[in-house]
Every structure is written in structure tokens, then in C-alpha cells.
């Protein structure tokens, strides 16, 4: 007989593949593509405790958004974008001035949030809740069953 302990990390093992999937249609379907560090980066992970969602630095930033007059982008995130996304600099404009010009226009205007955090946490806690409680009733279920047929009061059950 598994414990509970064993049961749920393998329980986990096969759930985290399906949370990451939810999370990253989440995070593309609110805008961001594919291909942006922040989707790839963004996964759940097994801990010692439980799961663990892990991401970029910037996670909850592009989440929430970023309010005008707040601290600045950092200057190479920008021009890691800006090179990342093959956007070109227009009249004489190097990169790095480019990038200023994108951290000023955000410390003015600020940035609309995408609003995918709260999305993501209800929709994995759902699928983690259903999985875990059809798991262990099931579990449950077949440990009830052998312990039924080992006692000497106990009958096969067809």
C-alpha cells in the first residue's frame, strides 16, 4: 500500500504538464506572445511543500500593470526587448536611446495590466482540487477494498 505522502507526488508528477499548459494559455491568451521570456519562464514546480508557481522577476508587474511615476524599467530589460523583437530604432536613434525614450514614455504614461494573475491561480486550484480529491478517493477507495478481502470477515467483491 502507497501512503498519502507517495500518492500525491505522484498525483503532482502528472498534474504540473497540465497546470503549465493552463497557465501559458492563460498568459498568451491575455496578450503576451509565445515567445516572450515571460511565458517562457513561467511554470509550476514541484517543492517541498506542495507546488510552487515560478516565474520572471516581472511576473506580477505585467499582471497588475505599472502605474505612472513609479520606479523606472530597468534599461536592460528594454533592450533585451527591443533586440528580442527586432524593433528598429527610426532616424539616427541608437538602441539604448530607444530604450530610454520606451522607460520614459512608461514612468509617464504607465502600463495597463493584463489581469492574468487571479485567472491562473482560480483556474490551477480548480483542476488541482479536482484532481487531487478524484485521486485519492479513488485511492482510498481501493485500500478500503483490500482491506476488506484481507480480514477473515471479508468477502471477494466481484
Known amino acids: 500500500m502507497a501512503s498519502l505522502k507517495e ?3 505522484v498525483i503532482l508528477a502528472d498534474l504540473i504538464p497540465e497546470l503549465n499548459k493552463v497557465t501559458i494559455n492563460y498568459l498568451t491568451n491575455s496578450g503576451l506572445k509565445p ?3 515571460l511565458v517562457k519562464q513561467t511554470e509550476f514546480v514541484e ?3 506542495g507546488l510552487a508557481l515560478m516565474s520572471a522577476y516581472y511576473f506580477q508587474y505585467r499582471s497588475d500593470g505599472r ?3 513609479v520606479r523606472k524599467v530597468p534599461i536592460t530589460a528594454l533592450i ?3 533586440k528580442r523583437y527586432g524593433i528598429a530604432p527610426k532616424g539616427g536613434q541608437t538602441i539604448t ?3 530610454f525614450a520606451i522607460q520614459t514614455a512608461i514612468y509617464k504614461r504607465g502600463i495597463m495590466g493584463l489581469n492574468y494573475f487571479d485567472k491562473i491561480i482560480e483556474a490551477t486550484s480548480d483542476i488541482t482540487e479536482q484532481v487531487i480529491a ?10 478500503i477494498v483490500d482491506l476488506m478481502t484481507i480480514t477473515p470477515y471479508g468477502t471477494e467483491v466481484n
Open 97 to 99: 536611446s530607444l530604450a
Open 47 to 49: 517543492t517541498s511543500t
Open 134 to 143: 478524484d485521486e485519492i478517493s479513488e485511492e482510498l477507495a481501493d485500500q
Open 67 to 69: 502605474k505612472r511615476g
Open 35 to 37: 515567445q516572450s521570456n
Open 7 to 9: 500518492v500525491l507526488k
Open 80 to 82: 533585451d526587448y527591443i
